[in-house]
Structures are given as structure tokens and as C-alpha cells.
């Protein structure tokens, strides 16, 4: 009997959601796992770097690495596993993009560490004590891994041939890449595995999208009542469709919610925060500043709003504070 494909699963800095995306496959995986030989998944078996350092190089058909970059660890642990994987898939909006950790660039690793150990309304911390890569007690030394000063995608780390997006990836995209992967069918390097089509393309509410609108304001959503067939943008409510990558069909929109942009840009799109802002700004009833400021200001959170999932992805990457003398 030939032997099955090795692959390999990893968590960097995530919410875990894209873990939980593979047994979302629901009775999928069963057809994963006669196909593969799953060698390296540490948050559902116990594998330890160990057991990943003494593979042969290349041995692992597949790593899927879900979660940015924040640590040393991190950093460490994709190393090794680019080393080990003939192919290294950027799994989900973290990798992909950098994902909700990566709004953590608007500000460097001594703001973060002074506002959670100090500053934060519930902390009580009178020593100011802080964690520490490294601490010695009685002959023994501890080590943690170091935070980096800025939060990373997973190809700013190393070399990546495919990118599955979305936060997470939905089953139905992660069940097309394997089946294609497995069956030799290997696109170009670089291939984001999703149509390549904006989300507005597949969106059930396109026919009322608006060609030519003035906005006023942004509603907030939890905020208005929501007509649930009326595209987002014809009822003033802010919606990342336009320059968003579809392939999720859809499915906040057909919950009544507005798209966030979790899947990214289309390959047509440099920074999908500034393809958005572009797009909204022309379409700002009166065209002087302080119309668009008076709109723009409706939008508690830009950033976050913008570049939800895509800051350190982005041509902006991260802002750098005027006082900042760190390095990443
Ligand atoms: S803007 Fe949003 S609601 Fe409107 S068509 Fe595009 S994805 Fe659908
Ligand atoms: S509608 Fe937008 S935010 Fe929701 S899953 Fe699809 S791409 Fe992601």
C-alpha cells in the first residue's frame, strides 16, 4: 500500500477559530483522514517540536499555518515547519492578511505591555511587574518566548505557496483546496484558494446595490433596522463587499449582517482598506472636506472598520508611534 500524504496543522496568533474550521468538515473528515496522514497537529494531539525537528526536510506535503506572527516562537516554529512542508498554506484571514491580532500595529510592544500590565481600568499591579523572556530561581532557568513589535502575516516570515482566506475558511473552501491538492492539481504559487471575483458578484442582495448614491451618514447596524433583501450600502449601512474576495458566498449578508471583509482583497486589489475608502469617498454627498469629514466621522473605528483583517498585510502595515525607538 502507498504511503498517504503527510500534513500538518500549526496555530500562531489566532482566536482558535480556524482550528475549529477543520472539524467543521463535519463528516468531511473522515475523507481527510483516509486520504492524509495528519504528522503534526499539536492543538488536537500531542506533538511536540520535537517530534517535528527529527522529520526528514520536506517530508510534509502540506502545513496549513493559521494565525499572524507575533512571537519568537511563532516565528521559530514556521520556520521549521517551512523546512519540514513541501507546501506551506496560509490558512485563514491572520495568516493570509494578519487578521484582528494585527490591529495591534496602531501601537508598539511598550503601549500593549503598559496598557495590560498597568494601565488597563481592572489591573492592580503595584510592582509593575511584567513577564520576562527569561527567569532564574533556584538554579533553574525559565524561558518564554519574546513579543515582537509588531504583529506580522505569515509570507512577511517566509516563503508561502497558498493562501485559504477568511476568518475562517469555510468548509466548503478548504474541502476544494485538499481535494485539488490531493489530486495533483497544483495551481501557480501564490494562488489565493477562493474565486477571485468580489464578494458583490455572489451576493444575493447585488441587484439593489447602488450605481449612484450620495451618503449622508453610516448607520450602525445594531443600531437600524435592517432590510434584509436591500444591499447594505443603498441603506447607508457600511459594507466591505465592494473590495472584498467572495468565495464565503456570502454568508454574513445572509444573516442580515454587513460583510467585514474577512477574505480579503481580490488579486485586482493592492490595500482593500484604501480600495474601500476610495470607493465610499467619491460617493460622499458634497465633495469638500468637511462633508467627508462629517461623514467619515459616523465610523467610530476606521481602522478597524477599513482594515479589520488586513492591517499588516496593507500598504500602511502598522502606524509608528512619534516616540517609538523599538524595531519589530
Ligand atoms: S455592498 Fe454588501 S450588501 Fe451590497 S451587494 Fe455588495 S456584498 Fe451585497
Ligand atoms: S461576508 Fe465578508 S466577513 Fe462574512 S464571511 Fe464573507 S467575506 Fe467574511
Given at each position: 500500500?502507498?504511503?498517504?500524504?503527510?500534513?500538518?496543522?500549526?496555530?500562531?496568533?489566532?482566536?482558535?477559530?480556524?482550528?475549529?474550521?477543520?472539524?467543521?468538515?463535519?463528516?468531511?473528515?473522515?475523507?481527510?483522514?483516509?486520504?492524509?496522514?495528519?504528522?503534526?497537529?499539536?492543538?488536537?494531539?500531542?506533538?511536540?517540536?520535537?517530534?517535528?525537528?527529527?522529520?526528514?526536510?520536506?517530508?510534509?506535503?502540506?502545513?496549513?499555518?493559521?494565525?499572524?506572527?507575533?512571537?519568537?516562537?511563532?516565528?521559530?516554529?514556521?520556520?521549521?515547519?517551512?523546512?519540514?512542508?513541501?507546501?506551506?498554506?496560509?490558512?485563514?484571514?491572520?495568516?493570509?492578511?494578519?487578521?484582528?491580532?494585527?490591529?495591534?500595529?496602531?501601537?508598539?510592544?511598550?503601549?500593549?505591555?503598559?496598557?495590560?500590565?498597568?494601565?488597563?481600568?481592572?489591573?492592580?499591579?503595584?510592582?509593575?511587574?511584567?513577564?520576562?523572556?527569561?527567569?532564574?530561581?533556584?538554579?533553574?532557568?525559565?524561558?518564554?518566548?519574546?513579543?515582537?513589535?509588531?504583529?506580522?502575516?505569515?509570507?512577511?516570515?517566509?516563503?508561502?505557496?497558498?493562501?485559504?482566506?477568511?476568518?475562517?475558511?469555510?468548509?466548503?473552501?478548504?474541502?476544494?483546496?485538499?481535494?485539488?491538492?490531493?489530486?495533483?492539481?497544483?495551481?501557480?504559487?501564490?494562488?489565493?484558494?477562493?474565486?477571485?471575483?468580489?464578494?458583490?458578484?455572489?451576493?444575493?442582495?447585488?441587484?439593489s446595490k447602488p450605481?449612484?448614491i450620495?451618503?449622508?451618514?453610516?448607520?450602525?447596524?445594531?443600531?437600524?433596522?435592517?432590510?434584509?433583501?436591500t444591499c447594505f450600502l443603498a441603506q447607508?449601512?457600511?459594507?466591505?463587499?465592494?473590495?472584498?474576495?467572495?468565495?464565503?458566498?456570502?454568508?454574513?449578508?445572509?444573516?442580515?449582517?454587513?460583510?467585514?471583509?474577512?477574505?480579503?482583497?481580490?488579486?485586482?486589489?493592492?490595500?482593500?482598506?484604501?480600495?474601500?475608502?476610495?470607493?465610499?469617498?467619491?460617493?460622499?454627498?458634497?465633495?469638500?472636506?468637511?462633508?467627508?469629514?462629517?461623514?467619515?466621522?459616523?465610523?467610530?473605528?476606521?481602522?478597524?472598520?477599513?482594515?479589520?483583517?488586513?492591517?499588516?498585510?496593507?500598504?500602511?502595515?502598522?502606524?509608528?508611534?512619534?516616540?517609538?525607538?523599538?524595531?519589530?
Open positions: 500500500m502507498s504511503e498517504k500524504p503527510k500534513v500538518g496543522f500549526y496555530w500562531c496568533a489566532s482566536c482558535g477559530g480556524c482550528e475549529e474550521s477543520v472539524v467543521d468538515l463535519a463528516e468531511d473528515i473522515l475523507m481527510v483522514l483516509d486520504n492524509v496522514d495528519i504528522v503534526f497537529w499539536p492543538v488536537a494531539m500531542d506533538f511536540k517540536k520535537s517530534d517535528l525537528e527529527v522529520m526528514e526536510d520536506a517530508s510534509i506535503f502540506a502545513t496549513m499555518i493559521n494565525g499572524a506572527v507575533r512571537t519568537s516562537e511563532q516565528e521559530e516554529m514556521a520556520r521549521i515547519l517551512r523546512k519540514k512542508s513541501k507546501i506551506i498554506i496560509a490558512y485563514g484571514s491572520c495568516a493570509h492578511t494578519g487578521g484582528v491580532p494585527s490591529l495591534a500595529n496602531q501601537f508598539d510592544r511598550e503601549q500593549i505591555l503598559q496598557y495590560i500590565y498597568q494601565d488597563a481600568p481592572t489591573v492592580i499591579n503595584e510592582e509593575k511587574t511584567r513577564p520576562q523572556t527569561t527567569h532564574r530561581k533556584n538554579g533553574h532557568v525559565v524561558t518564554l518566548p519574546q513579543i515582537r513589535n509588531v504583529v506580522r502575516t505569515l509570507d512577511q516570515v517566509i516563503d508561502v505557496d497558498y493562501y485559504l482566506p477568511g476568518c475562517p475558511p469555510t468548509p466548503k473552501i478548504l474541502k476544494t483546496a485538499l481535494l485539488a491538492l490531493l489530486e495533483g492539481n497544483i495551481p501557480e504559487k501564490g494562488t489565493v484558494l477562493a474565486p477571485d471575483i468580489a464578494l458583490c458578484d455572489e451576493c444575493p442582495r447585488k441587484e450605481t449612484e450620495k451618503y449622508t451618514q453610516f448607520k450602525r447596524p445594531h443600531l437600524t433596522e435592517l432590510d434584509p433583501d447607508e449601512v457600511f459594507c466591505m463587499g465592494p473590495a472584498t474576495r467572495g468565495g464565503c458566498e456570502a454568508l454574513c449578508v445572509d444573516g442580515n449582517m454587513p460583510c467585514t471583509g474577512c477574505f480579503g482583497p481580490t488579486s485586482r486589489v493592492k490595500d482593500q482598506g484604501a480600495k474601500i475608502l476610495s470607493s465610499i469617498c467619491s460617493a460622499i454627498d458634497g465633495l469638500d472636506e468637511r462633508s467627508v469629514d462629517r461623514v467619515l466621522d459616523t465610523i467610530p473605528d476606521p481602522i478597524g472598520t477599513f482594515y479589520r483583517y488586513a492591517l499588516a498585510g496593507s500598504l500602511l502595515r502598522r502606524k509608528v508611534p512619534a516616540k517609538s525607538s523599538e524595531s519589530e
